[in-house]
């Protein structure tokens, strides 16, 4: 009935999510309130770490993309499932470090890594960089140098395939700002050059082919184009690649019409591809990576809001606007992304009626969901809207000087708190009255 395994409707007749009655967790710690089951993301986690071990003889390890959910708690419960963490700035790889992830399974992403980035990721050991361009590769060998370090390196390439299109396709994704071409021949030679720097080692080479994605095909092929890399690599400059790594995308329900596949066929298809590849090209098999963010936490993820104002203006549009909006949930702002939504109050009322759920920030755009078909809904109702997991407290903002909403993990009838809701003194934490102005 929902898009969320993790929902059901208790003997209440109220929304529940981890064992808690949504409309008592809105009672207790306000609204807006994000809510993450931790056991669905455990769950997740563990699809992932079974089909590594099942598909690959666990030669390869499976990272969570914090960018998707980054806090201490989520590092700590990807920590205790055997993954490793995908980071893409210093705040989230201080968020792990504070949160005591180990540092040998944490692969540090970007294409614009400041020097302080590249400094603390050296400085912390961690397993790898997945460097993106030449500065770049010249700035880890140079402070590598500096530190009497040998840097464990591998390359973003762009394999060519976009599969953000329903019919993916193969060209012109060399009009990115991730990575280097292999269709130009950058890759390959930044490949070549790395080898000849001291500094650095370089371990693999890595794509990431988009987000959202509901195919096999795309990946299989992205396995396909990356494992004639690495046999060029070898057969041209001998050089031998330990580590592929295939990035995230893997799609997610987030309204009834998608259908995601289930997320261990990815590296079930992908495995598949990769043995019986490098067996023809005469390659050894490759420690695999993958890295999914919003597959591991989406669905886990539930925002509460309260209903206040209702508009009907006839015949044009039915507004009904929540005490939160684009700062919690920019994604219906940035992507137009949809969603689903219920009453938590009274989740099996009839949908009879259309209308747009609204943000209560100063902007036209601030919209969470656009005509969708709801029961009746009025003033104090506490509104779900569902699978809000991923991107959404990792993407939330301040605007308006709207306090970002705290997070609470649910499991089997509890709740903790892994955020605390921020308050006016944290919105004006930075601020400073000059005593002269
Ligand atoms: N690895 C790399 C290198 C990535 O760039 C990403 C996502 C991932 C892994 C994880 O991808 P996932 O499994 O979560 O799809 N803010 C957008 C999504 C941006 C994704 C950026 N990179 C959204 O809200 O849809």
């Given at each position: 009935?929902?898009?969320?395994?993790?929902?059901?409707?208790?003997?209440?007749?109220?929304?529940?999510?981890?064992?808690?009655?949504?409309?008592?967790?809105?009672?207790?710690?306000?609204?807006?309130?994000?809510?993450?089951?931790?056991?669905?993301?455990?769950?997740?986690?563990?699809?992932?770490?079974?089909?590594?071990?099942?598909?690959?003889?666990?030669?390869?390890?499976?990272?969570?993309?914090?960018?998707?959910?980054?806090?201490?708690?989520?590092?700590?419960?990807?920590?205790?499932?055997?993954?490793?963490?995908?980071?893409?700035?210093?705040?989230?790889?201080?968020?792990?470090?504070?949160?005591?992830?180990?540092?040998?399974?944490?692969?540090?992403?970007?294409?614009n890594k400041t020097l302080d980035e590249i400094n603390m990721g050296i400085d912390n050991n961690i397993r790898r960089f997945v460097v993106d361009n030449r500065e770049e590769l010249d700035r880890i060998n140079d402070i590598a140098a500096q530190k009497g370090k040998v840097v464990n390196i591998s390359f973003r390439i762009k394999p060519g395939i976009d599969a953000h299109t329903h019919d993916f396709i193969q060209t012109g994704q060399i009009d990115s700002k991730f990575g280097v071409a292999l269709e130009n021949?950058?890759?390959?030679?930044?490949?070549?050059?790395?080898?000849?720097?001291?500094?650095?080692?370089?371990?693999?080479?890595?794509?990431?082919?988009?987000?959202?994605?509901?195919?096999?095909?795309?990946?299989?092929?992205?396995?396909?184009?990356?494992?004639?890399?690495?046999?060029?690599?070898?057969?041209?400059?001998?050089?031998?690649?330990?580590?592929?790594?295939?990035?995230?995308?893997?799609?997610?329900?987030?309204?009834?019409?998608?259908?995601?596949?289930?997320?261990?066929?990815?590296?079930?298809?992908?495995?598949?591809?990769?043995?019986?590849?490098?067996?023809?090209?005469?390659?050894?098999?490759?420690?695999?990576?993958?890295?999914?963010?919003?597959?591991?936490?989406?669905?886990?993820?539930?925002?509460?809001?309260?209903?206040?104002?209702?508009?009907?203006?006839?015949?044009?549009?039915?507004?009904?606007?929540?005490?939160?909006?684009?700062?919690?949930?920019?994604?219906?702002?940035?992507?137009?992304?949809?969603?689903?939504?219920?009453?938590?109050?009274?989740?099996?009322?009839?949908?009879?009626?259309?209308?747009?759920?609204?943000?209560?920030?100063?902007?036209?755009?601030?919209?969470?969901?656009?005509?969708?078909?709801?029961?009746?809904?009025?003033?104090?109702?506490?509104?779900?809207?569902?699978?809000?997991?991923?991107?959404?407290?990792?993407?939330?903002?301040?605007?308006?000087?709207?306090?970002?909403?705290?997070?609470?993990?649910?499991?089997?009838?509890?709740?903790?708190?892994?955020?605390?809701?921020?308050?006016?003194?944290?919105?004006?934490?930075?601020?400073?009255?000059?005593?002269?102005?």
């Open positions: 009935m929902f898009v969320s395994e993790a929902l059901k409707i208790n003997s209440q007749g109220h929304l529940e999510i981890g064992g808690c009655d949504c409309v008592e967790l809105a009672k207790e710690y306000g609204t807006p309130l994000y809510v993450m089951d931790e056991g669905l993301i455990r769950k997740n986690c563990r699809t992932y770490k079974n089909a590594m071990d099942n598909y690959y003889n666990g030669n390869g390890l499976v990272l969570f993309a914090s960018k998707a959910f980054c806090t201490m708690a989520i590092c700590r419960i990807a920590q205790q499932e055997g993954l490793g963490l995908d980071v893409v700035s210093g705040g989230e790889l201080y968020t792990a470090i504070k949160a005591g992830f180990p540092m040998d399974r944490v692969y540090f992403h970007g294409n021949g950058e890759a390959f030679e930044i490949v070549k050059y790395a080898a000849s720097l001291k500094n650095v080692k370089v371990i693999g080479v890595h794509c990431h082919i988009g987000s959202q994605i509901f195919d096999l095909a795309p990946f299989e092929l992205a396995a396909k184009v990356m494992i004639e890399f690495i046999s060029k690599l070898k057969n041209e400059l001998g050089i031998e690649i330990d580590e592929l790594n295939l990035g995230g995308g893997f799609g997610i329900k987030y309204i009834n019409e998608h259908d995601p596949i289930e997320y261990d066929h990815y590296i079930e298809s992908v495995s598949k591809v990769v043995k019986s590849l490098c067996e023809d090209r005469k390659i050894k098999l490759p420690f695999i990576v993958m890295e999914p963010g919003r597959s591991i936490v989406a669905s886990a993820g539930i925002t509460l809001y309260t209903i206040g104002a209702v508009k009907d203006i006839k015949n044009v549009r039915k507004y009904v606007s929540v005490d939160g909006g684009m700062t919690d949930n920019p994604r219906y702002a940035l992507y137009q992304s949809p969603y689903d939504a219920v009453i938590a109050n009274r989740p099996d009322a009839v949908r009879c009626d259309t209308v747009t759920i609204a943000g209560k920030c100063c902007e036209s755009g601030d919209l969470l969901i656009k005509d969708i078909t709801m029961p009746e809904m009025k003033s104090g109702d506490i509104l779900a809207v569902l699978a809000t997991g991923a991107y959404n407290y990792s993407m939330s903002s301040n605007y308006n000087r709207i306090p970002r909403p705290p997070v609470i993990l649910v499991k089997d009838g509890t709740a903790r708190v892994i955020v605390k809701r921020e308050t006016y003194e944290d919105i004006i934490r930075n601020d400073i009255m000059p005593e002269d102005l």
